[in-house]
């Protein structure tokens, strides 16, 4: 067992919960708020969903650009051990 798989599967439990458990809360403050209309609390609750859409999809595309760079570079690096191989392992003398 992998014990750092381990570790980032109890970190993203903890920080789902932790969204599961604030977006209750907030619900239940939109919910019990008397002064606030409905409609301005359908408004608000829009407005909360599409800033998670977006914040999902900006740490999504944030991810996928730090793991393209981190691919190239193996292949960068994959291409120099094979350059320094070929150099070092032929015989031109």
Request: hydrophobic letters at 45%.
């Amino acid at each position: 067992m992998n014990p750092t798989r381990s570790d980032n599967a109890l970190i993203m439990f903890f920080n789902g919960a932790a969204v599961v458990v604030a977006y209750a809360m907030l619900g239940l403050s939109l919910y019990m708020s008397p002064d606030v209309p409905l409609s301005t609390k359908g408004y608000w609750g829009i407005g909360i969903l599409l800033l998670t859409l977006a914040l999902v999809n900006f740490v999504k595309y944030r991810f996928d650009d730090r793991l393209s760079e981190d691919r190239i570079m193996r292949i960068e690096e994959a291409k120099n051990e094979k350059l320094l191989s070929d150099y070092v392992g032929d015989d031109k003398i």
